[in-house]
């Protein structure tokens, strides 16, 4: 596997369920049990109602492009290499968006509105990234 | 002391004058006439490999007091911004050795400096400052600075913060890219297109063809704009501002102290601060900042959108211009495409924009927002009188200020500007 040579995250308190569940390959958002919102990014407290009753839920992992760009253009380090590729806002089908790349698929194939699936990464052995493909 | 919550913030100098609890409502303080901008200098170098950010301040805000008519001792407030240096009111206060007794180093993004102006007018009112001056510079072209097109990585962080970005920046975001997705959405909901985004270069470039001192000035045609590279899909490279140095700085004056200004005072007639972001997952992001700014500054000034006789909309790309100004409110949202066609954006048009030529063609040294100030001032002034670059009878003007990017989060800062 070679070197991973894009940013890595930081694991905070708040946000470590996440990154644990990602190296199984399950996809996590919150969801408060006072008000009932679903929403991501995940944090310690209800951006809703600012109570700190959230529980962490398994996400479907489904879901659709909301919007996206074909980037052609980027210096950073692991993604100068890699253009042109999509980054995408993706709606889940809980409601909420998160940003992602669409992998697997020709970048001038993707459009809004298309359905899409989670697919995970390895990057280290204890980060693994969330990605959306095309859906099944 | 009900008073002083009534009038929201502008109730300390009402409470002042008015000892004996006696509500007042804040249509007593004439806000209109309570603040002006009396003194501009545009740093207009574009390239200044051989300064340093503070000397640019320092030449422009020396300039700008010259312009006012005041000196170095009349001024008791220091605003300023800065995408690269830290600490920057302080080694600022430092490098100018001055002693205000008002700071503010509000910093979101480009749009900054439209806060700043809105902080003034406020502390003015508040007797809490009586001159200030608001400044800018930077050398992201001589520092080779990717502005648009560089993740987080480019600042050289190793380490990302674990929220937000630990949740974007794994994906390779750009800021052009961030922009990209909302003019893809847009297109996609409303039908607009590439060529009316170009519209929107193609009138800023007309303008900058005015300005001697533009990066760019050879006139472009849409179709140069849509045949030219594709930075971020569906965006162009001349949809993108371009990259310079310079700096500038804005003199802003009680009413007292700019009844003894040089050039008679251009008011601050209104102002309002917003931001936008993701909302947990859940903001529908093509509704920007400028939605909730611009109620309040247009009712602060008691003016309507037929009453603007040109505006200065933060041009980091095309499709910034156009969600603004639909935005602002002056055309229906998804109408934006129409609306900045037929050149109704340029001098001679119904709502002229960006006549010093912009970000897209004139200059964009990282933070844009002074030089919305900087050209309102101008054109407000009429100091363009007898030349095609005047908008005439130009009595109110509008800036809005955008920080930030519009696909994750962003601010927006609406000042209105008007002469006597
Ligand atoms: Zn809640």
Known sequence: ?136 | MIAQNRAGGYGHAQAVSHQSGEEVSVSMVDLKHAAAIVGIHEHVTRYAPDKSELQIQGESVIKALEDAGLTKQDVDGLLTASSSARNTGLNLADYLNMYPRFVDNTTVGGGSFEFHLSHALNAIVAGRLNCAVITYSSLARSGSVSVGTGGVARFGHPRLEPSPDSFEELYGLTTVGLYAMIAQRHMHLYGTTSEQLAEIAVAVRHHASMNPEALFRNPITVEDVVNSRVISSPLHLPDCCVITDGGGAVVVASAEVARNCRHQPVWVLGAGEAVAHQGAGKRDLMYIAAHQSHGPAFGMAGVTHQDIDMAMIYDSFTITVLETLEDLGFCKKGEGGDFVSGGRLRIGGELPINTDGGGLSSNHPGMRGIFLLLEATRQLRHEFDGTPRQVADCNIALCHGTGGALGSRHSGGTVILGRD
């Open chain 1, 1 to 136: 596997m070679p070197e991973w040579n894009k940013p890595l995250p930081t694991i905070s308190g708040e946000t470590k369920p996440y990154w644990d569940h990602c190296r199984r390959g399950e996809l996590l958002i919150q969801k408060c049990d006072k008000c009932e919102e679903y929403q991501f990014y995940p944090r310690g407290i209800c951006a809703n109602c600012w109570s700190n009753d959230i529980q962490w839920v398994t996400a479907s992992g489904k879901g659709t492009v909301w919007t996206f760009t074909v980037t052609y253009q980027n210096g950073t380090p692991g993604f100068a290499d890699e253009v042109p590729y999509v980054l995408a806002l993706v709606e889940l089908e809980e409601g909420v968006r998160m940003f992602t790349n669409i992998v697997d698929c020709n970048p001038r194939s993707v459009s809004i509105g298309m359905p899409v699936e989670v697919t995970f990464v390895r990057a280290t052995d204890q980060i693994s990234v969330p990605y959306f493909k095309p859906a099944a």
